[in-house]
């Protein structure tokens, strides 16, 4: 289990291209069981630049799995039970915003939550606590992406608000100007319940949103081929490429636990009275969390 005082370990969510890194040392892959059950496929472990590195397929290799088909609780443990202690979710996502057209990368500091078929929380009876997702992106993080993105080039903005549809439809045209008229950046299927699992976790988390299209409100929108959206992905994907293997240096020399909180969320969350907490449940949550339970008087 990873203990917040251990040196990081970067975990890094995102499609098959974002792991075909140059300088990538020692890649193995290997499966790792959760008490949530499988995760989307097997962890790859590596090395760069001397960093201990974690990749996790999202959909699994090969695309197997729809958004709201993913395990994001196996998911998120398996990166915990793996040692991971920050982690970058790259995802393709949908524009609400005419200046933020295809090829941009949004360095995402907000969400809205429209998912509903989810399971959204490590928690359950037996053991109820509440973790603050006021700030649901790890703000050190997130300075580092943007530091590493303005160093290898790519064009980004720092800061939006990412609104995550259930899926695996898109949306209808009401919808996406609603969610304009919300003052949403961004639209996609994938990065809740991702974000408040991880800060359950006690992980840094931050969100690279990349944008492949326009959403349905555009105009142009419906000129679109796919041929035009499969360039801008394998495009972003080597973007990708470039700022995961620029920002591992920037997070490789961190001292002590994360200075805005992540590494900590769990201290004050659990409300259940110990007398009443089910011994059944809390073996299950063990590799969520047994540092405060170890630590609770």
């Keep these: 289990m990873t203990h917040r005082n251990e040196p990081p370990v970067i975990g890094v969510i995102g499609g098959s291209g974002v792991y075909d890194i140059d300088g990538l040392e ?9 008490p949530f059950g499988d995760p989307s496929d097997e962890l790859l472990f590596g090395t760069l630049a001397g960093q201990p590195m974690v990749f ?22 398996a990166l915990k039970l793996a040692g991971v202690t920050e982690i970058v979710s790259v995802s393709a996502c949908g524009s609400l915003k005419e200046d933020l057209p295809p090829g941009t990368f949004v360095l995402i500091d907000q969400f809205i939550d429209r998912s509903f078929a989810r399971q959204k929380s490590f928690f ?23 530091a590493a993105a303005s160093e290898v080039g790519v064009p980004h903005r720092r800061g939006g ?19 304009r008229s919300w003052g949403c950046d961004v639209i996609g299927m994938t990065n809740m319940p991702e974000a408040k699992l991880a800060r359950e976790a006690e992980m840094c988390y931050a969100t690279v949103a990349m944008v492949t299209d326009y959403d ?34 920037r997070l490789k020399h961190r001292s002590g636990p994360c200075d805005h909180g992540c590494h900590h969320a769990l201290d004050h969350a659990i409300i259940t009275a110990p007398a009443a907490q089910d011994p059944a449940v809390i073996k299950e949550l063990a590799p969520i969390v047994g540092r405060v339970l170890k630590a609770a008087p």
């Design 26 to 34: 020692n890649p193995t892959w290997k499966r790792v069981t959760t």
């Design 56 to 77: 996790l397929p999202r959909h699994g290799r090969g695309h197997r799995l729809s958004p709201t088909d993913l395990n994001f609780r196996a998911n998120i443990c």
């Design 124 to 146: 359950r009876p037996g053991l109820v606590g509440h973790v603050s997702m006021a700030d649901p992106v790890c703000g050190r993080l997130g300075l580092q992406l943007v």
């Design 161 to 179: 608000t990412y609104l995550v549809m259930e899926g695996p439809q898109f949306s209808t045209r009401a919808e996406s100007h609603l969610y």
């Design 216 to 249: 349905v409100w555009h105009e142009d929108h419906d000129s679109v081929t796919v041929d035009q959206v499969i360039k801008v992905l394998l495009a972003n994907a080597h973007q990708a490429r470039a700022l995961v293997k620029a920002v591992v240096p």
